[in-house]
């Protein structure tokens, strides 16, 4: 049996029955708000159109370049199709430094282009034109395939001179400044558009694809005809058009206050970006650490674990260095480890706080702070699948889902699954599948897609 005194810290953490329906139905409504026009600009969930019409068939063939921007790193890569399903991905990881993750945006485009010069320069491939795809992982109102405004950056990005930009033309023109590439920029496109188009190469039924990652955010198959938000002269000749949810600003009228916790409020009221992406507060690895921290010091400060050390004082300044020591990887460590040797927890602790030897009962009391708040997001999202899956005319639904997150948690998937169930329509079936590289492959497949509708 779970401590009394645990379990009450983390009561508010548990998300009954009543609240994970009243969710659903608030979630189902905003994203009926961001597709109409007339209510678009009051909704959270800006649901962009994608302008990718075409799911692929698994026959595209050719080489593309992909460039991914979106979390803590950035990638370049060459990506070969090779038609039946097949794809073959060489990449190149550079590091963003922090400085530019908030310098000036032609800083942070220059690095870009800059990198993408080496890469093309490493595979002898200046001068072979091939086209790209940009997926970058921000919110964008995209006014065609090439053309897409920052709305707003996010995950703790924040360099002036890039929202309300169209970050196409930024990438253009940062290319054009070094002058030693033919580049053509295809497509500019969302992690979640690639996740949904790299695993619908695979799987034919897959129709969503999610991030659970540094962010949170989906992207899903929607009818032409409730998408208001298309380009007057775009031709509505195709039945469907993907669509960018955005759902990691879903809060941000309230419709989550009644869930969400003092420790919520202060991982926001502490971030660079105050009031926005709550619902990606609650849910993606950026944030999930930063909460755990927060429930420990409190959990120590009123003695429900370490209760018998007198050196409480000492593990508090630890947590308190910065609000990223208790980093989300350690979330899925412990809760991956067993009864009672605890010892990847064991090495967390020690790591942490100099501790040698926490007692079992302080390890169980940790797995069930992290158990919470990793089921409680694992909910979320999965109120947020489901409201999708039901909204999607087939009755087959397969989702593509990538992410630090749920690919190193042990129990995400499990978390997910159990809530799907019970709010997915009884006439659906559904099914989850890990996404392989949607960033690379997904944007050339949006590229390949792209130049076969042309
Ligand atoms: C961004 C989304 C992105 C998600 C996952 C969010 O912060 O707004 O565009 O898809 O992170 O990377």
């Known amino acids: 049996m779970m401590d009394v005194e645990v379990r009450e810290l983390m009561q508010a953490f548990v998300l009954s029955d009543y609240q994970v329906q009243e969710v659903y139905s608030r979630f189902c409504a905003e994203i009926s708000k961001g597709l109409k026009r007339s209510t678009h600009a009051l909704a959270n969930t800006k649901c962009f159109p994608t302008y990718v019409q075409d799911l692929p068939t698994g026959d595209e063939m050719g080489k593309y370049l992909a460039l991914d921007l979106g979390g803590t790193n950035f990638r370049v890569l060459l990506v070969s199709l090779k038609g039946h399903h097949d794809a073959m991905v060489e990449s190149q990881i550079y590091a963003v430094p922090k400085d530019l993750m908030v310098g000036p945006g032609v800083e942070l485009f220059d690095h870009i282009a ?90 034919a039924d897959c129709r969503i694809g999610v991030i659970v990652g540094t962010g949170c955010n ?76 927060l429930i420990l010091m409190r959990a120590m400060q009123s003695k429900v674990i370490f209760k018998l050390s007198n050196r409480r004082e000492h593990f508090a300044t630890a947590l308190q260095k910065n609000e990223d020591v208790f980093e989300t990887r350690f979330i899925s460590e412990i809760e991956s480890d067993s009864f009672p040797e605890f010892s990847k927890t064991r090495t967390i602790i020690t790591e942490l706080f100099g501790l040698e030897k926490a007692s079992v009962e302080d390890c169980q009391k940790i797995k069930y702070i992290c158990e919470c708040v990793s089921k409680r997001a694992a909910t979320l999202v999965a109120i947020g699948v489901s409201g999708l899956i039901n909204r999607i005319s087939d009755r087959r639904v397969v989702v593509g889902m990538d992410g630090s997150v749920y690919r190193y948690h042990p129990k995400f998937d499990a978390y997910m699954r159990n809530t799907m169930h019970k709010l997915v329509k009884s006439d659906k079936e559904f099914d989850i599948m890990l996404s392989e590289d949607g960033s690379g492959r997904g944007a050339a497949l949006v590229a390949a897609v792209a130049s076969k509708t042309k």
């Open 114 to 203: 800059d990198c993408l010069a080496r890469f093309v320069e490493k595979h002898e491939m200046r001068n072979s034109h091939l086209p790209l795809g940009f997926t970058f992982s921000f919110p964008c109102e995209q006014k065609g395939l090439k053309e897409a405004i920052l709305t707003r950056w996010t995950k703790g990005f924040g360099c002036p001179g890039v929202e309300g930009e169209d970050v196409g033309r930024l990438l253009h023109e940062a290319i054009q400044r070094r002058g030693d590439a033919e580049i053509a920029v295809v497509a500019i496109l969302n992690d979640t558009t690639g996740t949904l188009m790299s695993c619908a190469h695979r799987n």
């Open 218 to 293: 989906a992207c899903y198959v929607e009818d032409v005809a409730n998408v208001d938000l298309l380009h007057a002269d775009f031709k509505r000749n195709q039945k469907d058009v993907l669509v960018n949810a955005e759902w990691g600003a879903f809060g941000e009228s309230g419709q989550l206050d009644f869930v969400r916790t003092e420790y919520d409020r202060e991982v926001d009221d502490t971030s660079i970006n105050k009031s926005e992406q709550l619902f990606e507060k609650m849910t993606s690895g950026m944030y999930l650490g930063r909460l755990v921290r």
